[in-house]
């Protein structure tokens, strides 16, 4: 149920009391960036008893409503700035730029809700969460009772003494995933939790204006120029091309958006004898349109091959479109890997692009039955995934013979098994 229709029930006069204290539960459930506990104590605060007295249980939905209106503005601001900047090219956000999505604090009375939240803390779960002789967990702890002592006014030394804390439960929660201590890592990002609840009660309003400021005008400023390109986004990039397409290849790189993150992962596979690395994933955002016109034909179709391996479904399909009728063999392992994800709309187009893969010795046939024979393990794992995507999500639409995907497989082996005999298979 909806923030709204809930709400409508605490004001809802006919409904038992009880009832309507528990819908405003569930509305600091739905909106609760103090945290649920924190949240619901700062109200009772601010409001009064509102488990007993109606006034203060209205009074309290004001408050929350309120501040909930703040946030969603604040959203849709960033949602309109998001579209700009798109549109400008900038397709994904940096690092560095704000994030309203991301941000825990009391919108309307930031200050106040993050020093309830630090003595609400300090009551009831921080003694919880203190490791013994651990340094970061012991400079929080002296942060919190200055914050506390001082009313959220910090010295100079303690704020850095805070920023120290913060940056080590940062760095402690990067070495260590959920997985490995699911305990300790919970502990740590509670603790880190807090530290930034101090951090938000010891901000003053001038201050928070500057950041605020700030904010807009890192939104507001253009990704940064490209310079020399990065050594490992080069590592990543330049092994997915034959020797003879580096020069073109390293064009390419130096023309793309900068990557945020970095290429994740790769994937071996033979193209004509050369042993080629393809990245897995790019978190580059798309080039601006004028870059094609900087760009040879060759090089706009490294250029499209790489953004096949885009994160974003759509970005993969339109760039798909561009080389699908190629015959190139570097440009083939490109379009095999998609048959293998789980994007139909993308396999329905290999399908329909790929005309005379079933014709002996025609382009297509040609180009992929000779990398899939080259390659057998790689079109073996392909074949894999396509039987696992179909199974969890398109067995209900398509018999197992009939998937597009299954129907792709079946041709590349086919066509693998024409120029076995005359192509080396890969050592993989």
Known sequence: MSFNNIARKVRDPSLPYSHRVSALRSCVQLYRPIGFHA??????????????DETALLHALDLIE????????????????????????????????????????????????ALHA??????????????????????????????????????????????HCTDQLEQRLRRHSWRDRPADFQRFWDLL???????????????????????RDQLAAPHPPIGRMDPAFEL?????????????????AQALPPAHP?????????????????????????PAADVFDRLS???????????????????????????????DPWIVPFVVQLVGEYVLDIVITIQQGLIDLDQPRLPHHQAYGRFAAANPHFLHLTGQRVAGYWNCYYRHRYPHRDYPGRLLID??????????????????
């Open 262 to 286: 970095q290429p994740a992962g790769s994937f071996p596979v033979w193209v004509q004898g050369e042993h080629l690395t393809l990245p897995y994933r790019l978190y580059n955002p798309e």
């Open 193 to 215: 939790v807090l530290a930034r609840h101090i951090k938000t009660a010891t901000t003053t309003p001038h201050q928070q204006t500057a950041i605020q400021a700030r904010r």
């Open 236 to 252: 990543a990039l330049l092994p997915a091309f034959p020797a003879s397409l580096a020069a073109d290849a390293r064009v390419v």
């Open 66 to 113: 309120t501040s909930r209106a703040v946030r969603q503005a604040e959203l849709r601001e960033y949602a309109t700035r998001r579209r700009k900047a798109k549109q400008r090219g900038q397709r994904s956000p940096r690092p560095t730029d704000p994030n309203p999505n991301y941000l825990q604090q009391w919108h309307g009375a930031p200050r106040q809700a």
């Open 411 to 428: 041709s590349l082996q086919a066509a693998a098994a024409f120029y076995r005999d005359t192509t080396p298979p890969s050592v993989m």
């Open 297 to 327: 034909p060759r090089q706009t179709k490294i250029l499209h091959c790489l953004y096949t391996r885009h994160h974003n479904g759509h970005v993969r399909h339109h760039h798909l479109n561009q080389v699908i009728d190629a015959t």
């Open 39 to 52: 949240a619901l104590s700062f109200l009772a605060e601010q409001a009064g008893p509102f488990p007993r």
């Open 118 to 163: 630090v003595n609400y803390w300090n009551r009831n779960r921080l003694a919880a969460l203190l490791v013994p002789h651990h340094p970061a967990a012991e400079d929080l702890q002296r942060c919190v009772t200055a914050c506390l002592d001082s009313q959220g006014h910090l010295t100079p030394e303690q704020q850095q003494l805070l920023t």
